[in-house]
């Protein structure tokens, strides 16, 4: 079970930061994605880390301004979003498989066993 938080209403050039906690398996055995979906669009990816932390990929619309992390220790991975921007206004869900993917297939929703409920961004211009 994945329980994203830390959406909110935010201004423009502010930061947030999400979190996800998973429960009921062994964190440090999944990749982990972040994806959201805006309104009247279709769900796209943002962002990608392996299991250990040693791999992490970007959707080139938040490389620069998003990062992601995670604390195995905690069952938890981050998103920090930096600069927002009105455009990254979506809902927010974090996603898990029990195995690394190669750059190729990270962006493919289908590929990720696990969803979030997700969590609201919202930011005003």
């Known amino acids: 079970q994945l329980q994203a938080s830390g959406g909110g209403l935010v201004q423009a050039g502010d930061s947030l930061r999400l979190s996800c906690v998973a429960s009921g398996r062994t964190f440090s055995n999944y990749a982990m994605g972040w994806f959201r979906r805006a309104p009247g669009k279709e769900r796209e990816f943002v962002a990608y880390i392996s299991t250990s932390g040693g791999s992490t990929y970007y959707a080139d619309s938040v490389k620069g301004r998003f990062t992601i992390s995670r604390a195995n220790a905690r069952d938890t991975v981050y998103l920090q979003m930096n600069s927002v921007k009105p455009e990254d206004t979506a809902v927010y869900y974090c996603?898990?498989?029990?195995?690394?993917?190669?750059?190729?297939?990270?962006?493919?929703?289908?590929?990720?066993?696990?969803w979030g409920q997700g969590t609201q961004v919202t930011v005003s211009s």
């Open positions: 996603a898990a498989r029990p195995s690394n993917l190669a750059m190729t297939f990270v962006r493919r929703p289908n590929l990720y066993d696990y």
